[in-house]
């Protein structure tokens, strides 16, 4: 079946989406109640430039001007025969045509043929909650160690103090307990850093490397826990008597007991991995625990990781009597609320709330309450733009290719991160767009990426990928000026990638806080950063969604992006032969998007085993779809989505029959998500879905299983601690 003609999901036996979910695209121009501002209203804008009609099979058909014929040229680009109605001049085939005239025609449905209409998004007036990084004070107004204040102004060459430092250091050094909310890439890691080793190196009796851990720092992910080590070891410089270490899964479980056993003071860890030692090595003990920090603590607190954190927390509890307890994020949700309930001790919380904010009235002081900093919605780095397209789903793939060339080949060096919502996606896009993007250099080789001598450096990182790979990818990236990482959220929390400039979420986050802590990679620490969300038409609400989280963003056009393939005539369509483009022509830029989709294509059908490989990513992403919450099931249903133009975005030119877990069993006809275990077959299936991908992006790599991944049913209410004891 060609893609054009593919099938809308007939999934009926999913869970159906909330009730007002009912007219497809058109929903997109329904306003909102009490949304006014961002309304993309009734006013459509009918994608420019391309010819239109409704989608032959939509099931929620939408009400859309009439149908009109593509055009010649795009009548040719159907064909895939760009020759046939004005071939270039016999004499003026230069080498470059002659490659192009070599290409194989394949069968290469229109791209710009019907695709749903584009809503208006418009820009509103959301207020975004700006938090002022740094301010004038020094470390040394600080009680520190003076070796302390040393380490800070030469070996990390810091002057001044963020307005985080500041409000928390003090608060920190007093011994009181803290809850800690400021905007990413605004100095965290340092504002608990710095008194947790002040306190430690001025303990009376000095710390021995044997005495065990006296704090735990508690991370989502293996590389963030390898940062916060760097950091920590950094501080220590003066204090060579104080042992730091990390517990991140990935290397042996017997090599990391014998670490332990030699003595850790202060262990950073992942929870997967650390209640594996508490578990089953039992070399780990915490009577002398003094500090436990929870940095990124929703993060933590998230599907699954609760069960952990109780454990953790019930272990600490059984050994140590009083210790001091912090918890930070850019993100407060409610979960972390309930987690300061039953971890902190009459905390402090901090939140940077605007410039003037001093917390000497008690109106201030309310502003800063746990409630008051989950409602007030997020902080987002002044200097950080943020931007969404709406690109139907046929054009996915060829606008991401373009806004790539565009910025990291033709524009100024440029740094970029590429979210994914799944490891298979991530793979097959870093080959693909290697192959293709670089003219298939080295592409075939399966392990190692190459490195070519070009802007358009492509890595990837995900939670699939053996440790040593990832910490070397991280590395790289981490060192390099250039490049373009394509991730998973193993990447999204925590991660200081110095110089990133762009960040490109392919698919969109499962909540405005992965938002926030995605977008958060770029624009750290008062520098500039830009974003860029893809959503599909139907998806277009998403923008109010996050508006309701005071986050502004304002619109890209996807005919903009797509111009760029005018700077790269390896896509040239072939009827322009020789001649020179003057300024953007949009049938050329149409043609061009569809040599360079011919391409992908033809890629993937090159053989069998990339047709699997394209299926499977496919699959992983209809999978992760099923898995948005509840709230945002209204805007990402799998119902909306057209699974022959799905397909298309993974270079396949027909719908797929034959999925395996399959969503899609046979044209036509119902299908429905087959769970791999029968015992998944239950109503939360969704939700243990989602729960099993977060595990195996962010577990410590030893231990697995659906059990693990259960959401506690009983939360500890605030104060109770009976889960703990
Ligand atoms: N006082 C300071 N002056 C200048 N740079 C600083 C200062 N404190 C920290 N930094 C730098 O700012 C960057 C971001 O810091 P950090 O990673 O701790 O941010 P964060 O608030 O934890 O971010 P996220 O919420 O994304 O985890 C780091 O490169 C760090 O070295």
Redesign the pocket.
Known sequence: MEADEGLILNVSSLPSPESHHSAGHKRCRKPLPGKDKWQPKALKRKLQWADEGAPSKQKHKLSVSPIKKCTKEANICVKGNLSSKSPPKKHSVDRQNESLSSRPFIKTSCLFKNNPEIPEIRRGGVKQVQEKVFTSDSFSQLDLHPHLVSTITTV?K?S???S??KQTIPVLLKGKDALVR?Q???????AYGIPLVQSLQGMKSKIQRSDGPYALILVPTRELALQSFDTVQKLLKPFTWIVPGVLMGGEKRKSEKARLRKGINILISTPGRLIDHIKSTKCIHFRRIQWLIMD?ADRILDMGFEKDVTVILNALNAESERRQNVLLS?TLTEGVTRLADISLHDPVSIAIVDETWDRTTPEQEAMCSPARMVEEGFAIPEKLKQHVVLVPSKLRLVTLAAFILGKCKFEKRHKMIVFFSSCEQVEFHCKLLLKILLGGRKAEEPERLPLPPSHLKFLRLHGNMEQEERTAVFQEFLQCKTGILLCTDVAA??L?L?QVTWIVQYNAPASPAEYV?RI?RTA??GCHGNSLLVLTPSEAEYVNSLASHKINVSEMKMEDILSSLMKDDRFKGRQWGNKKSRGVNPQEVRERATVLQTEFENYVHSSEGTVRWAKKALQSFLRSYTTYPKTLKHIFHIKSLHLGHVAKSFGLRDAPQNLSTSMAASPGKKTKLKPKRPDLRRKTQGKRCLAEILRSEYSSGMDSGVSKVKRKKKHGKPGNQKMLT
């Open positions: 990390l810091l001044s103090m963020t985080v430092q400021s990413t890439g605004s100095g965290k890691t340092l990124e850019a929390r925590g200081d110095p802590h958060g750290r620490i």
